[in-house]
């Protein structure tokens, strides 16, 4: 398309969003609502799936030696585990080490393990560490084999749940969105139809002097990105906003810090990108509907 | 050249208009199309520019079978052919300039091109110094002369009109007539169906009468042969 075509094509889709000011704003409205909803939405998708990929992080098989093995037991086993293809690091943790590290999480309460270092009960042991966090389980029934291990754990169930929840406020925001998407794209063919209306002698003898199809299609394909674009930008908006002053009452408690949350950037440029890339397809889709119908040829 | 080989056409609701055409008509042919109201003369208009497809039967447009152009090659179609009608179907709040620029716009004419052709136009219709006026400043005449210079602005091989004097007085008509012949006299084919009885028998041109769908009389220098 030449340059003069293509501004000539966006000054006739300014002209019509501004002549018919009450449908713009009505059909911008209606992907406004659209998009607030899958910007939500999106934030809490890109987090739950960070959240997921961080808790498989630390998603560790922790194994306790028995009691009364000796130094070169361990380090057979050690060795041994780390033969296996599928393990991907190895810790070993010493009985001192767990007891500081039980004292760290009680905070204040560590008197009560004071005195404890001369007849330390804890046993040694170690954190394994899958490949796939997703094999943790069988990585963890593997070590059945080994007799010097006494017992073994894993978090197991965290990792699914949340999986299991994010899909299904998926489904649920998806079927809802999609609703609210047909609606919008409903309200912007009414829109674009007031335009081809008030167009249609312009339209007329467009066809009549022989201006393609497309040359007459481009002004509602741009006038429905627009209403598009203007649909995004309010939801964008409120979406970044309260997720900032969420992350701002999260990271000024330090007790929440339980959840990690992603930070503003990059999570905000793909919010905006991704919501203002579907406020331009429901416009285009809800012209497409009203040109099909009125520009049959 | 335009042919038409055993053309029918009926419309949807199962009006017959035309029934079993066949005509000829050569490059830079002036011709009338005459008949009494309801004969089929703004569909035979019509088939030749392709707003109704034929029903049965071949139309050749300079050998391009036009039944068989698909809808998206329609608009190239066009750009051969000017279209002139009885109500000028101007667009109301543009200038007599911007109407005939508007016809290079929709083909996307480069601008720098524009300018230049449309100023020769008004000028060949005689309407270079009014070319700021719009549709409503206008005369019927002025506004049927912006409107050919319209159809004309792209430069057509074919210039087709549906009753181009029809909302006007004699005087405005024959400026009208005179501005045709000229456009043909520079090797453009023109058809005109007419009801101008006076137009027909003073200015000499192939007559093509229809009735009922079917041409009942084609003579050069013919005359309009009706009473109305
Ligand atoms: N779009 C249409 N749908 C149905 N019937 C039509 C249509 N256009 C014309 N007709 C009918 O076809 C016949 C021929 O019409 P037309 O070609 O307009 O004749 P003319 O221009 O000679 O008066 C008439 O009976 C008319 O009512
Ligand atoms: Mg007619």
């Given at each position: 398309m030449k340059i003069d075509t293509l501004f000539r094509h966006t000054r006739e889709a300014f002209r019509s969003l501004t002549r018919n000011t009450?449908?713009?704003?009505?059909?911008?409205?209606?992907?406004?609502?659209?998009?607030?909803?899958?910007?939500?939405?999106?934030?809490?998708?890109?987090?739950?799936?960070?959240?997921?990929?961080?808790?498989?992080?630390?998603?560790?098989?922790?194994?306790?030696?028995?009691?009364?093995?000796?130094?070169?037991?361990?380090?057979?086993?050690?060795?041994?585990?780390?033969?296996?293809?599928?393990?991907?690091?190895?810790?070993?943790?010493?009985?001192?080490?767990?007891?500081?590290?039980?004292?760290?999480?009680?905070?204040?309460?560590?008197?009560?393990?004071?005195?404890?270092?001369?007849g330390n009960p804890l046993p040694d042991g170690l954190v394994i560490q899958a490949k796939d966090p997703q094999k943790t389980k069988a990585l963890s029934d593997s070590l059945d084999k080994y007799s010097q291990i006494s017992d073994k754990s894993y978090g197991e169930g965290v990792t699914n749940n949340i999986l299991g929840i994010s899909e299904w406020v998926r489904n649920a925001v998806f079927i809802f969105g999609l609703g609210l998407a047909i609606l919008a794209a409903f309200l912007i063919s009414n829109t674009i139809k007031l335009t081809i209306f008030a167009r249609r002698r312009e339209i007329e003898i467009m066809r009549l002097v022989?201006?393609?199809?497309?040359?007459?299609?481009?002004?509602?394909?741009?006038?429905?990105?627009?209403?598009?674009?203007?649909?995004?930008?309010?939801?964008?908006?409120?979406?970044?906003?309260?997720?900032?002053?969420?992350?701002?009452?999260?990271?000024?408690?330090?007790?929440?810090?339980?959840?990690?949350?992603?930070?503003?950037w990059p999570l905000s440029m793909y919010v905006a990108g991704i919501t203002t890339i579907l406020g331009i397809l429901i416009g285009v889709w809800g012209s497409m509907i009203s040109v099909r119908r009125f520009l049959k040829v | 050249m335009i042919e038409m080989h055993d053309v029918y056409k009926v419309y949807g609701n199962g009006v017959k208009a035309l029934n079993g055409i066949n005509v000829k008509i050569d490059q830079s042919?002036?011709?009338?199309?005459?008949?009494p109201s309801g004969a089929g003369k703004s569909t035979?208009?019509?088939?030749?520019?392709?707003?109704?497809?034929?029903?049965?039967?071949?139309?050749?447009?300079?050998?391009?079978?036009?039944?068989?152009?698909?809808?998206?090659?329609?608009?190239?179609?066009?750009?051969?052919?000017?279209?002139?009608?009885?109500?000028?179907?101007?667009?109301?709040?543009?200038?007599?300039?911007e109407n005939v620029a508007f016809a290079m716009e929709a083909v996307e004419t480069p601008h720098r091109k524009i300018r230049r052709r449309v100023q020769e136009m008004l000028e060949l219709v005689g309407l270079y110094d009014r070319m700021n006026a719009l549709p409503s400043q206008l005369s019927g005449g002025e506004q049927q002369r912006v409107s050919i210079a319209r159809a004309m602005v792209n430069n057509p091989g074919f210039l087709i009109a549906d009753e181009p004097t029809g909302n006007l007085d004699p005087e405005n008509s024959w400026d009208i007539m005179y501005l045709l012949e000229e456009i043909n006299a520079r090797g453009t084919t023109v058809v005109m169906a007419t009801h101008n009885k006076e137009i027909v028998n003073t200015m000499r041109k192939r007559v093509i009468a229809v009735e009922q769908g079917v041409i009942v009389r084609d003579e050069q220098q013919g005359e309009y042969g009706y009473e109305d």
């Open positions: 009450w449908m713009t704003f009505a059909a911008s409205s209606a992907v406004a609502v659209t998009l607030l909803i899958f910007g939500f939405f999106l934030v809490f998708a890109f987090n739950i799936s960070y959240m997921a990929t961080e808790l498989d992080k630390q998603v560790a098989v922790r194994a306790f030696f028995q009691p009364n093995v000796t130094d070169d037991d361990i380090d057979q086993v050690i060795a041994q585990i780390k033969k296996d293809p599928a393990v991907a690091k190895v810790k070993f943790v010493s009985k001192e080490d767990g007891l500081r590290q039980m004292k760290e999480n009680w905070g204040d309460d560590e008197s009560f393990f004071r005195g404890l270092e001369k022989g201006a393609s199809n497309w040359f007459i299609r481009w002004p509602f394909f741009i006038e429905g990105s627009i209403i598009g674009v203007l649909g995004a930008i309010i939801p964008t908006a409120v979406t970044l906003v309260s997720y900032n002053a969420v992350l701002g009452i999260l990271n000024a408690d330090g007790a929440y810090s339980l959840f990690k949350l992603l930070p503003m | 042919e002036f011709v009338y199309v005459v008949g035979f208009i019509k088939l030749m520019y392709r707003e109704e497809k034929p029903t049965h039967g071949v139309i050749l447009i300079n050998g391009v079978n036009v039944k068989r152009v698909r809808n998206w090659k329609i608009p190239y179609l066009r750009r051969n052919i000017g279209v002139v009608f009885q109500d000028y179907k101007l667009l109301p709040n543009m200038t007599a300039y």
